[in-house]
């Protein structure tokens, strides 16, 4: 019995040993990658999310896919997971756990139709860590149905302003000529009095400062109407440079310095509240260095109530980091997620965006 046991001490070093299974990494923005794009006939839109392992360990992630406001899920490949389409508290998107290994890629699909034929829909989608990590890269795409292009017609000649304007001075110098014509004014030329050369000055500089003024009302008309609807756009509460933006999730736009795309919004209970957040990416398209600041970032209610973001729950979301506190340098870009606290009975209607305090901002409908 002895010999034995010492003949297997002996030999166990020499046994095969099962080696352990690699377990999955968790990566960062620059070791994964996510693309999405969209196409389709004019009915159906196909959303393809490509998600890559840019990594030499296998790694474990969830891709959470909105679905266009204005849609419906037709098909996906392949079929969503646990907690997918929908999960708890995200009824609005699909949920693929996804497990890549060493420098793979995988492809996930899904098709969406309109609920009103030729309508274009825009969607993102996003990779997380887990089931309730960061996200660590989201893309989006606007599906535009195809179909004959549409010209513009030009307007018609007659409606330009200065039609108006010289139709009003043929007008006056007509009524000038047939008072005042020239064979009657060269016969009665000698017979004026200073008087009446007077009259006749005066009338001409009267004709001619009302053509006058009707060419700069006219020429102003067009600027004064833009101003009134830039100030109409502009709405109270909001800032004071750039275009007013507005649009869906997974639509890029453009403030005075910063272009925001808003990839997912979801709200769930919390406490007696609820708890809204939503992931945000951004572009600094200014050529300066420009901050972020947390109070601008704002959700509405469809009572119209406004509400300035958690700045502790923000930088809780982020993993401890506080995504306000650097600038964002010219051509850089920025992940994370924003988040606010409403009440229960509380309906999110719109999330303002801003770059500073002056910035008209972007609006996003959730």
């Known amino acids: 019995m002895l010999s034995t046991a010492l003949s297997l001490a002996l030999l166990a070093p ?19 990658d996510v693309a999405v794009t969209s196409t389709g006939n004019n009915r159906d839109a196909d959303f393809s999310v490509v998600v890559r392992n840019f990594t030499a360990a296998p790694t474990e992630l969830s891709v959470r896919q909105s679905v266009p406001d204005g849609a419906g899920v037709t098909a996906t490949s392949p079929a969503p997971g646990p907690g997918g389409s929908p ?17 793979e890629a995988t492809t996930l699909t899904a098709t969406f139709t309109p609920d009103h034929g030729g309508t ?6 996003c990779a997380y860590v887990g089931w309730a990590g960061e996200p660590v890269d989201c893309a989006a795409t606007v599906w535009t149905p195809a179909g004959p292009a549409v010209v513009a017609e030009p307007e018609p000649w007659w409606r330009h302003w200065w039609v108006a304007a010289l139709g009003m001075l043929l007008v006056a110098t007509t009524v000038v000529l047939v008072r005042y014509g020239w064979p009657r004014a060269a016969a009665r030329v000698t017979a004026l009095t200073d008087r009446g050369r007077a009259g ?18 006219a020429l102003a ?3 004064l109407a833009s101003a009134t609807t830039a100030t109409a756009q502009r709405g109270p509460g909001s800032g004071w440079l750039g275009p007013v933006s507005t649009g869906a999730l997974g639509t890029p736009l453009r403030e005075n ?3 925001f795309t808003a990839y997912r919004f979801t709200c769930v209970p919390e406490g007696g509240g609820q708890r809204c957040t939503a992931v945000v990416g951004l572009t600094n398209r200014s050529a300066t260095a420009e901050y972020w600041h947390p ?8 009572g119209g109530q406004e509400v300035h973001t958690d700045e502790m729950a923000t930088r809780a979301v982020n993993g401890g980091r506080d995504v306000f506190a650097a600038p964002v340098a010219p051509g850089d870009q920025r992940l994370a997620q924003v988040t606010w606290a409403i009440p229960a009975s509380a309906t999110p209607d719109t999330v303002e965006l801003h770059s500073g305090a002056f910035a008209n901002g972007v609006r996003v409908r959730v």
Not at 200 to 217: C, H, K, P, R, S
Not at 295 to 302: E, K, N
């Open 14 to 32: 020499a046994l095969p040993v099962a080696a352990a299974p690699a377990a999955a990494a968790q990566p960062d923005a620059s070791q994964v």
């Open 87 to 103: 999960g708890p508290g995200s009824p609005n998107e699909i949920v693929w756990p996804v497990r890549l290994g060493p420098y």
């Open 120 to 125: 274009p829909l825009s969607g993102g989608a």
């Open 200 to 217: 006749v000055a005066v009338v001409t500089a009267l004709v001619l400062l009302t053509g006058l003024g009707v060419l700069a009302v």
């Open 221 to 223: 008309l067009p600027r």
């Open 257 to 259: 310095a910063f272009e």
């Open 295 to 302: 109070h601008l970032q704002r959700l509405a209610t469809a």
